[in-house]
């Protein structure tokens, strides 16, 4: 008989231990927080990476590190459009090639002169108010495009006030989270949504749309400052455009959210709210645009954020049991969950799949620096590769 270690992993349990996919767009920090001549470290799926802001204005993101002695490079600092070691002075540019080096290794030595020492370096770029990185193959970079939000790219765009959460938890937890309506008990105070009812699903490629029908009118915030209290409001799309996920509300409230998995047991989330019609309370008249994003202020302040922080609450919650009950399969009854988690597998597959192939032609092409897509270990490429030339040799 089997092990359990042997036994054969549920849906669940591979879905909860899966990356994602770094060959998209992934929001990796607020843009007001980086500052000229500053930098910070963000992590995509276990791989450190600095985003540091030249002097210039301009933003860069390259490996975390300092091949000598690994230091974080983030703990040193930022001169021109460079980054710094603190330690032994080794320098940086963004595309990770090392510029310069304040001891005698390096010292009165033109750049073209220095040994050949590079780290990692990513595609970056701001849209939205965010940073976003291309942590994957970045000669993909160019073919990939962040999301368009049509409210924040037209001639008048809508305001909007971006919130920042790091959550303990998978992320695919929090996309079943927010795309399953089933759990308005956790929400009674509040009332965001009340009696859903699941119309059905849509597929068109690698986006699943989800359509609800439910009463939005509940809500205290609909009631104080919604258009017409909410009528009208109770049908709703949402959808995961992997690695994205958003909802629409009869083309008046909207929401993205902007998810970047930082290990098994932490996300950090961008949510992006787009309220359209707003009224002044009592008096039922539009809030003028010079006084919108107070409006939104306010509402982030007392409704979204406590309204998010339940979710937090349970979706650790949730990891808890994920932890204690690995192996024990769900009683699930919404058949969103299911599609949403084949999809999440078989991004990360294709994933590891596509940068084995790119790490092999590297080799094949004895090129001198090789560094795979972050997220993964040359050890997950390597078992990977192996594994493939086994199945090959089945075959034959």
């Known amino acids: 008989m089997n092990t359990e270690e042997e036994q054969p992993k549920s849906r669940r349990e591979q879905v909860r231990s899966v990356g994602q996919s770094g060959n998209y767009w992934y929001a990796m920090e607020m843009s007001s927080k980086l500052k000229k001549g500053k930098s910070v470290e963000v992590i995509f799926w276990k791989s450190p990476i ?22 974080r490079l983030t703990s040193g600092i930022v ?14 540019d963004g595309c990770g090639k090392c510029t310069g080096i304040s001891h005698e290794l390096g010292k009165g030595k033109a750049k073209d002169s220095l040994p050949n020492i590079k780290v990692n370096s990513y595609p970056v770029q701001e849209k939205y108010g965010l940073i976003w990185v291309f942590p994957g193959d970045p000669a993909l970079a160019d073919k990939v495009h962040i999301p368009e939000v049509p409210q924040l790219t037209q001639e008048n765009p809508w305001e909007f006030v971006p919130l920042d959460f790091t959550l303990k938890a998978h992320f695919t937890m929090i996309l079943e989270n927010v795309c399953d309506f089933n759990h ?15 119309l059905g699903t849509r597929h068109e490629g690698d986006i699943i749309y989800v359509d609800y029908e439910t009463d939005m009118s509940q809500s205290s915030a609909v009631k104080v400052a ?3 209290k909410g009528k009208g409001l109770e049908d709703m799309t949402l959808w995961y455009h992997y690695p994205y996920q958003g909802s629409n509300t009869a083309d008046k409230y909207l929401h993205w959210l902007f998810m970047t998995p930082i ?3 932490t996300t950090r989330c ?3 709210f787009l309220l359209g019609p707003l009224e002044i309370p009592f ?24 309204l998010l922080k339940e979710d937090v609450f349970i979706l650790q919650e949730e990891m808890l049991g994920q932890e204690r009950h690995p192996h024990i399969q769900h009683q699930e009854f919404n058949p ?18 596509s940068e084995a192939l790119r790490k092999q032609k590297q080799l094949d092409s004895k090129e001198r620096h090789i560094f795979p897509g972050a997220g993964l270990t040359k050890k997950e490429l390597s078992d990977y590769s192996r594994m493939l030339e086994e199945s090959k040799e089945l075959e034959m």
């Open 79 to 92: 001169q021109g459009n460079e980054i710094t070691c603190q330690y032994h002075g080794w320098t940086f």
């Open 336 to 353: 969103i969950v299911g599609e949403f988690q084949k999809l999440s597998i078989k991004k990360w597959n294709e994933y590891i799949h």
């Open 263 to 265: 290990d098994e047991k």
């Open 184 to 198: 308005a008990f956790l929400h009674r105070k509040f009332k965001p949504f009340t009696d859903p009812h699941l």
């Open 226 to 228: 919604g258009e017409k």
């Open 270 to 272: 961008f949510f992006v």
């Open 283 to 306: 008096i039922n008249k539009p809030v003028p645009k010079f006084l919108r994003k107070t409006v939104i202020h306010l509402a982030n302040f007392f409704y979204i954020v406590p």
């Open 50 to 71: 600095a985003l540091y802001r030249g002097e210039e204005g301009e933003v860069f993101a390259i490996e975390n590190r300092c091949p000598h002695r690994q230091l």
